[in-house]
């Protein structure tokens, strides 16, 4: 990892990394996973996800790809492609 962006890291999950140079903020974020996992129609999914983050074991720097898998795996979520319906598991 590049000194200068173990030193310009955000602390916890204020900011989750796309790259060294890309981030999103959190409210950002948590839009983007409702959104790429189709969540709309959940009842209280915003809550739900907060609360979840709270509990998240990763440290800063937190990577977007380590943070969905963790939730996915934590809530049992899949990504959607926008331009295929879901299948269900064979």
């Given at each position: 990892m590049r000194d200068d962006f173990a030193i310009k890291q955000a602390n916890?999950?204020?900011c989750i990394y796309l790259?060294?140079?890309?981030?999103f903020q959190l409210d950002c974020f948590?839009?983007?996973y409702i959104k790429t996992?189709?969540?709309h129609a959940v009842p209280d999914i915003d809550r739900i996800l907060r609360a979840t983050l709270d509990n998240y074991p990763g440290h800063a720097p937190v990577m977007?790809?380590?943070l969905n898998a963790w939730i996915d795996k934590?809530?049992?979520y899949r990504a959607s492609h926008p331009d295929f319906a879901q299948l269900d598991d064979l």
């Amino acid at each position: 990892m590049r000194d200068d962006f173990a030193i310009k890291q955000a602390n916890g999950l204020e900011c989750i990394y796309l790259s060294m140079t890309e981030r999103f903020q959190l409210d950002c974020f948590i839009g983007h996973y409702i959104k790429t996992r189709n969540l709309h129609a959940v009842p209280d999914i915003d809550r739900i996800l907060r609360a979840t983050l709270d509990n998240y074991p990763g440290h800063a720097p937190v990577m977007v790809n380590e943070l969905n898998a963790w939730i996915d795996k934590t809530l049992g979520y899949r990504a959607s492609h926008p331009d295929f319906a879901q299948l269900d598991d064979l």
